[in-house]
C-alpha cells in the first residue's frame, strides 16, 4: 500500500499561519500581492511564492524521468576553497571520523548477519536436519530441490547445508545424483539474507525500487537457472558425468584448509555472543537417535578425549571383540573393548553458556536482537555514504564502478566485474555478506543494477572456490564425494552465467528484478509475500504433496506449470503482438479486477492495517494509534471546530528556489464559497 507522500519541509508550527478573522478583514493587499476578484466578485489576494524554503522531495517520479536512474549526490555543504584553515583542518577530522564510523558499522554488520545465521540454525536447525533424513522422498529431484532450499533459508547458510549433503554422500545415505537438486536448492536459499537486508530501505521509495532490484536480480538468476539446468539434469545427468569424470581424472590430494580471511576478525566478538555445536544437526540427518536430544548451544569448549581398555560384560561369546579376549567367571562372560572417555575441561565463553534456555528460546532472542542490530547498521551506513559520496568523491566512485571499457573492449568490463564479484567472495568467505554490503549500495545509487549483475554472478562464484578449497582439506574418506559435489555447485553456476549473461538479450534476470522492484516500490506489502511465498509456501506445498505420492505431485504440479506457461506466452503476445490474439485476449479486463491488479488487495491490505494507524492531519503521514499525532496535528484539529473565516496561509514548505516557475504559476489564490480565504490550494490539509 503505497504511503502518503510525505512534506519533509513543513513547519511544525501551523498556527503561526492561521490569523484571526478580524484582522484579516481589515487586511489590505502589501507590497508585492496583487487584488484580483473571483467569479463572485470577492477580493482575492495572489502573494508571490517565497524561494527561501526547500520544496518536498516527492517519491514519485516525474512523468518522462527514467527510474533507475541514478540520482545526483551533489555536495550542498561548503566547497574546500571556501574553508579557512579552521575550517579545512576541522573538515579532515570530521572524514576520518566518518570513516572510521563506517568501518564500526560495517564490522557490526558483518556480525550481525554472522549472529542471525546462528539465531536461525538454533531455530530450525533441527527441523532441517530431520528433513534430510527420508533419503527416499529426496530422490526426487524437485523434492530435493525444495528441500535445499527450505534447509538453507532456516540454518541461513548455504556452507553449512552443504556439508550436512557432503557427510550423507560420504556415509553412503545419499547419492550424488540425488544431492545434485539439493545443492541447486542450497543456492537459491542462501540470496534470502540480502532480500532481508533490502527490506530495511523501505522507508525510501526510490532507495527501495533499486535497493529491491538489486537484492532480487539475485534470487532471478538462480531460479531461472534452475528452471532450466534441474530438468536438463534429470534427463542427461552431465553435471554428475562431468564432475566424476573431473575427479578421477585429476588425482587430488588433501590439501590445507581453506583461509577464514574474514573470520579472523569477526569470531573474537560473535564467540562471546554465542557458539553452536553444528556438529548436532549433522548427527540428526545422519539418524543418530541421540541427537535430538542435545543442545545446539555448545556449553563446553575444551574437552579431553581418552581411550582405555576396559573387562566389560557381554550377553553371549558371540558378542566378544576376539576369542581370545573372551573369558568367563562362571556367572558371566566377559570382553576387553577399547572404551572412550570423554573428560570436560573448560567452559566456552560466551553469554548463553550458563542460561540453560532452550534452543528456541535462544534462537529467538538472538534473533530479535540480530535483526535490530542489522537494521541499526544499514540506516548508519547508508546515512554515512550519503554524507561521504557527494560531490567529486561520488562521481569517482560512480566513474570507476560503472563505466565500461572504451570501445571496442566494452564488452569485457561486466567479465572484468565478475572476476572482482569472485575475489571478494572469496577473501570474505561469504557470498551472502558480499551482497549483502552491495545493497545499500545499489539503494543510494553508487552502484547500477546492470553492474550489480555480474558482480552478484561472479559472488556466486567465489562460494564455490571457497566450498571447493574446504572439499580439498577433507579426509581421505569423505574426499572425493566432497569434491564432486562441491565441482557440481561450481558447474552449475558456470552452466547458469552461460545461459544468462553473455548475450544481452538473455539477461532476463535484469528486467524481471527491475519489474519486481517497481511493484514492490508501490505496493511495499507485496515484498514481504514475495519472500514468504517463494522460499517458504512454495518448498513447503511441494514436500508436502511429496509425502502423499509422486503421483500426487504431478497431478497438482503439471496443471499449474502448464497454467503460468499459457499466462506468460499469452503476456508476451498481448505486449509485443496483440493483434493475433482475439480482442477479449488482448488484454485482461475480461478477468475479476483482483485478478489481474495489486490494487483490490492493497485496499484491503490497508483496510486490514488500518485498525493500528490513522492519517496525520498536518504532515499527511501514517502515525500509530498507540504513540499519537504530532501536536501540531492536535492544535491544528481544535481549530478546525470554528473554520468559518479563518484564512490559512500556504506552509512555507512549497515556497523553493528549486520550484519551477510553471508549479508556482499554479499555487493560485481562492476564496471558497464557505467565506475561508485561502492563499494555495496545494496546502497540506
Same mark, same amino acid.
Given at each position: 500500500m503505497a504511503p502518503w507522500p510525505e512534506l519533509e519541509s513543513v513547519n511544525p508550527h501551523p498556527n503561526k499561519y492561521i490569523e484571526g478573522a478580524t484582522s484579516q478583514q481589515s487586511a489590505t493587499p502589501a507590497k508585492g500581492e496583487e487584488t484580483n476578484k473571483n467569479a463572485f466578485g470577492s477580493p482575492v489576494t495572489e502573494m508571490e511564492l517565497s524561494s527561501s524554503v526547500t520544496v518536498p522531495l516527492n517519491e514519485e517520479p516525474t512523468k518522462g524521468e527514467d527510474t533507475w536512474d541514478l540520482p545526483a549526490l551533489q555536495d550542498t555543504g561548503i566547497t574546500w576553497s571556501e574553508r579557512d584553515t579552521k575550517g579545512k583542518i576541522l573538515c579532515v577530522f570530521q572524514g576520518i571520523g566518518k570513516f572510521i564510523f563506517l568501518l564500526g558499522f560495517l564490522y557490526l554488520f558483518v556480525c550481525s548477519l554472522d549472529v542471525l545465521s546462528s539465531a536461525f540454525q538454533l531455530v530450525g536447525g533441527k527441523v532441517a536436519g530431520k528433513f534430510l533424513r527420508n533419503s527416499i522422498v529426496l530422490s526426487n529431484p524437485v523434492v530435493g530441490l525444495v528441500i535445499g532450499v527450505l534447509v538453507t533459508v532456516m540454518v541461513q547458510s548455504s556452507s553449512t547445508s552443504s556439508s550436512i549433503i557432503v557427510s550423507m554422500v560420504a556415509s553412503s545415505l545419499l547419492t550424488v545424483r540425488a544431492a545434485i537438486p539439493i545443492i541447486m536448492g542450497a543456492n537459491i536459499g542462501t540470496t534470502i539474507t540480502n532480500t532481508i537486508v533490502a527490506l530495511m530501505q523501505a522507508g525510501d521509495r526510490n532507495k527501495f525500487r533499486r535497493a529491491f532490484a538489486g537484492a532480487t536480480v539475485h534470487d532471478f538468476f538462480n531460479w531461472l537457472s534452475v528452471f532450466v539446468l534441474l530438468p536438463l539434469e534429470a534427463a542427461t545427468h552431465y553435471l554428475e558425468i562431468l564432475t566424476n569424470f573431473v575427479v578421477e581424472?585429476?588425482? *587430488?590430494?588433501?590439501?590445507?584448509?581453506?583461509?577464514?580471511?574474514?573470520?579472523?576478525?569477526t569470531d573474537p566478538f560473535t564467540k562471546l555472543i554465542i557458539q553452536l555445536d553444528k556438529k548436532v544437526i549433522n548427527q540428526i540427518a545422519m539418524k543418530d537417535e541421540t541427537a535430538p536430544n542435545k543442545s545446539?548451544?555448545?556449553i563446553w569448549c575444551h574437552t579431553f578425549t581418552k581411550v582405555t581398555e576396559m573387562n566389560v560384560t557381554v550377553p553371549s561369546p558371540e558378542n566378544c571383540t576376539s576369542p581370545s579376549l573372551c573369558f568367563t567367571d562362571g556367572l558371566q562372560f566377559w570382553t576387553t573393548k577399547n572404551v572412550t572417555y570423554k573428560e570436560n575441561i573448560a567452559k566456552c565463553q560466551h553469554i548463553f553458556v550458563n542460561f540453560n534456555l532452550p534452543d528456541v528460546a535462544t534462537g529467538v532472542i538472538l534473533l530479535i536482537t540480530?535483526?535490530?542490530?542489522?537494521?541499526?547498521c544499514l540506516v548508519m551506513i547508508v546515512k554515512l555514504l550519503n554524507s561521504v559520496l557527494k560531490g567529486q568523491v561520488a562521481s569517482v566512485i560512480k566513474k570507476t564502478l560503472n563505466t565500461d571499457f572504451p570501445f571496442p573492449f566494452a564488452w569485457l568490463t561486466g567479465?572484468?566485474?565478475?572476476?572482482?564479484?569472485?575475489?571478494?567472495? *572469496?577473501?570474505?568467505?561469504s557470498s551472502s555478506v558480499f551482497t549483502s554490503a552491495m545493497t545499500p549500495l545499489i539503494g543510494i545509487g553508487v552502484i547500477t543494477i546492470e553492474r550489480a549483475y555480474p558482480l552478484t554472478l561472479g559472488s556466486n562464484i567465489g562460494t564455490t572456490t571457497t566450498a571447493i578449497l574446504a572439499a580439498l582439506a577433507s579426509p581421505g574418506s569423505t574426499l572425493k564425494s566432497?569434491?564432486?559435489?562441491?565441482?557440481?555447485? *561450481?558447474?552449475?553456476?558456470?552452466?547458469?552465467?552461460?545461459?544468462?549473461?553473455?548475450?544481452?538479450?538473455?539477461?532476463?534476470?535484469?528486467?524481471?528484478?527491475?519489474?519486481?522492484?517497481?511493484i514492490s516500490a508501490e505496493y511495499r506489502w507485496f515484498a514481504i509475500f514475495y519472500m514468504v511465498f517463494f522460499f517458504f509456501l512454495i518448498p513447503l506445498t511441494v514436500f508436502g504433496l511429496s509425502l502423499a505420492g509422486w503421483q500426487v505431485l504431478v497431478g497438482v504440479g503439471v496443471p499449474l506449470i502448464f497454467l503460468l506457461i499459457l499466462v506468460? *506466452?499469452?503476456?508476451?503476445?498481448?505486449?509485443?503482438?496483440?493483434?493475433?490474439l482475439p480482442r477479449k485476449l488482448q488484454n485482461w479486463d475480461f478477468l475479476p479486477l483482483w485478478m489481474h491488479s495489486l490494487k483490490p488487495w492493497d485496499h484491503l491490505i490497508s483496510l486490514l492495517t488500518s485498525c493500528c494507524q490513522r492519517r496525520c492531519c498536518c504532515r499527511r503521514r501514517v502515525c500509530c494509534l498507540l504513540c499519537g499525532c504530532p501536536k501540531c496535528c492536535k492544535d491544528l484539529e481544535e481549530g478546525q471546530e470554528h473554520p468559518k473565516d479563518i484564512p490559512i496561509k500556504a506552509p512555507d514548505a512549497f515556497d523553493n528556489i528549486a520550484m519551477s516557475r510553471e508549479a508556482q504559476d499554479e499555487v493560485k489564490s481562492q476564496v471558497d464559497t464557505m467565506g475561508v480565504k485561502t492563499i494555495s490550494n496545494s496546502t497540506a490539509l
Open positions: 581424472t585429476f588425482h *587430488f590430494k588433501n590439501g590445507e584448509d581453506a583461509p577464514d580471511l574474514l573470520k579472523v576478525i545446539l548451544v555448545k540480530s535483526l535490530l542490530v542489522l537494521c541499526t567479465y572484468l566485474a565478475i572476476f572482482v564479484g569472485a575475489g571478494m567472495t *572469496f577473501l570474505m568467505q566432497s569434491l564432486q559435489i562441491a565441482l557440481c555447485h *561450481f558447474f552449475f553456476n558456470i552452466s547458469g552465467i552461460l545461459l544468462w549473461y553473455p548475450i544481452p538479450f538473455t539477461r532476463l534476470p535484469i528486467r524481471l528484478a527491475k519489474g519486481l522492484g517497481k506468460v *506466452f499469452i503476456r508476451l503476445l498481448q505486449s509485443h503482438c496483440p493483434w493475433i
